[in-house]
C-alpha cells in the first residue's frame, strides 16, 4: 500500500530503490543516476533497484514479513508505511509501482489500492469530516458522483456541484467550510473539461486541496500536478493496466497528504494484490507507445466520424470542434483514446448501431489494448431513472467509444457500417 519509507525527503539518493519516486521526468532534479529524464524511459527505469541483479521485477506475493528480532519487530509495527511489515500496510512490490507512478505524475509519493474507486474514496475519506464542504462536479465518474452524494451526505459532509466548464461557478460555490475540490477532466462520458490551472490558483489562495481525476487523460497527456493540483487518482485498471487484465487504483501526491490517505486506507482495506501491482508493473512498460498510438488512432477516428452521416456530433477534445478545444491545447499534451459519439436518432437507433459494431466490443472499461464501446444510457438504465439520466449530462443517443490500437482504417471501417442509415 506504501509508496516508499515514509522518512525519506527530495531528493532521493539513486541507491535507495525505494525511493525513485523523486526523480519523476520533469521533476527538479531528474534522476540522475539512471538519467530518466523523460517519461519513456523513466518507464523503463524509474524504479531500477540497483541492489537487485534481475531485470525484471520480482512479485512479493507475501502478505507478510518476518522482523529480524523482537526489537525490529516493534520498529515495524510502529513504522509509518512500512514496505515490508503487513501487505495491507505495505509490500515492495506495491511500493515500487507507486514509486512508477508517482514519478510519471511529479509526484514525491503514492499509495496504490484495489481500483480506482478505493483510491478516491480513501482520499476523500482520508481528507474532509462531518461539517466539511466539497465542491465536484456535476458530471464524474458514476462511482465518485455516487460516493460524493450518497455516502458523504450520510457523514455530515456537503457537496456542492457545478458546472466544471465554468471556473467562476467553482468560485461561487465556495464556503469558509469548504476543504476540497474534486476534478476530473475529461469527463466521464461528455469529455468535458475542467481548467486545472484556474482550479488549482482558486483552492491555493484559500487553503483549500485540490484533488484530480487524472484516468482519462493518463499522465503521458496531462499533468495536473504541473497546474498546482495537489492530489491525482487513477483508475489503474484503465491505460495504466492496459490490458484490461486487471483492477487497480493510485493515488500520488506530497508525503503528508499520502500519509494521511495511507492511514484511512489502511482501515479502509482496499489494499491491491501484489500480483495486480505486478501485472501493472508490466503493463506501464509500454505505456508511452500505448499512448502515444492511441492518442493518433483516436483523433483520426473522431476526425473521421464527424463527417459521418449517421452521426449527429462528436465530443473529442483533441478535434477543433471541441467547445474547450484551447484548454485541451493548453492542458494536455495529446487527447487520450476515448470520445463520445451521439447518434442520428434516439436510444433505439443507438442500440442497433451498438449491435452492428464488430470491432468495438461492447463493454464497460476503458483505455485498454482493444477497443470498446458503450452505450451510456443503456448501462444506467437499469439503475437510474431517465432524469438522473439526462441530470448526469447522458444523452440517450450517446456511444463512448475507447479506441484501442487496432488500425484506424479497420476501426473507422466498422464504425461507418455500424452508423450507416438504413
Ligand atoms: C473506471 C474509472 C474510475 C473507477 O475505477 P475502478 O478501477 O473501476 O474502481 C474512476 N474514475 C474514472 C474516470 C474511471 O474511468
Do not use: C
Not at 125 to 130: Q, R
Request: charged share 15%; proline share 6%.
Amino acid at each position: 500500500m506504501i509508496s516508499r519509507h515514509s522518512d525519506e525527503s527530495l531528493p532521493m539518493s539513486s541507491a535507495d530503490p525505494a525511493g525513485q519516486a523523486s526523480g519523476a521526468p520533469g521533476v527538479t532534479p531528474p534522476h540522475g543516476a539512471s538519467g530518466a529524464d523523460h517519461a519513456e524511459t523513466w518507464l523503463q527505469h524509474g524504479d531500477d533497484d540497483p541492489t537487485d541483479s534481475a531485470i525484471a521485477p520480482p512479485l512479493h506475493l507475501s502478505a507478510t514479513f518476518r522482523a529480524a528480532d523482537a526489537a525490529d519487530f516493534a520498529a515495524m509495527a510502529s513504522q509509518s508505511r512500512h514496505p515490508r511489515y503487513y501487505t495491507r500496510y505495505g509490500n515492495p512490490t506495491l511500493a515500487r509501482t507507486a514509486a512508477l507512478i508517482a514519478g510519471l505524475e511529479n509526484a514525491p509519493a503514492g499509495l496504490m489500492t484495489a481500483s480506482g474507486m478505493a483510491a478516491i474514496s480513501a482520499s476523500v475519506m482520508a481528507l474532509v469530516s462531518a461539517g466539511d464542504h466539497v465542491v465536484a462536479q456535476t458530471n464524474h465518474y458514476m462511482g465518485t458522483t455516487r460516493l460524493l452524494g450518497d455516502l458523504l451526505a450520510r457523514f455530515g459532509v456537503t457537496v456542492s456541484f457545478v458546472d466544471q466548464t465554468d471556473t467562476a461557478a467553482f468560485a461561487g460555490a465556495l464556503r469558509p467550510e469548504t476543504r476540497l475540490i474534486l476534478v476530473e477532466t475529461p469527463v466521464n462520458p461528455t469529455l468535458a473539461l475542467t481548467d486545472l490551472a484556474a482550479l488549482a490558483a482558486l483552492a491555493r489562495e484559500r487553503g483549500i486541496l485540490t484533488l484530480a481525476d487524472n484516468t482519462f487523460a493518463t499522465p503521458l497527456n496531462q499533468q495536473p500536478r504541473a497546474h498546482g493540483i495537489d492530489l491525482v487518482v487513477h483508475s489503474a485498471t484503465k491505460y495504466l493496466g492496459g490490458h484490461h487484465d486487471l483492477t487497480a487504483g493510485v493515488v500520488v501526491g506530497d508525503e503528508p497528504l499520502i500519509e494521511r490517505i495511507w492511514d484511512a486506507a489502511i482501515v479502509l482495506g482496499g489494499t491491491l494484490s501484489p500480483q495486480d501491482a505486478w501485472l501493472l508493473l508490466r503493463g506501464m512498460r509500454t505505456l508511452a507507445v500505448r499512448v502515444e498510438r492511441i492518442n493518433a488512432t483516436a483523433l483520426r477516428v473522431a476526425q473521421a466520424l464527424e463527417s459521418l452521416p449517421g452521426v449527429a456530433a462528436v465530443h473529442y477534445p483533441g478535434l477543433t470542434s471541441h467547445p474547450q478545444h484551447a484548454l485541451a491545447r493548453g492542458q494536455m499534451r495529446g487527447f487520450g483514446g476515448v470520445m463520445a459519439v451521439q447518434v442520428v436518432g434516439g436510444y433505439r437507433e443507438t442500440e442497433r448501431v451498438m449491435k452492428r459494431l464488430r470491432l468495438f466490443a461492447q463493454a464497460v472499461s476503458l483505455g485498454g489494448v482493444g477497443s470498446l464501446a458503450v452505450h451510456a444510457a443503456a448501462m444506467w438504465a437499469g439503475t437510474l431513472d431517465d432524469a438522473a439520466i439526462a441530470a448526469a449530462g447522458i444523452a440517450p443517443n450517446l456511444i463512448r467509444l475507447s479506441v484501442g490500437l487496432e488500425h484506424p482504417e479497420d476501426l473507422i471501417a466498422d464504425l461507418s457500417q455500424a452508423l450507416a442509415p438504413d
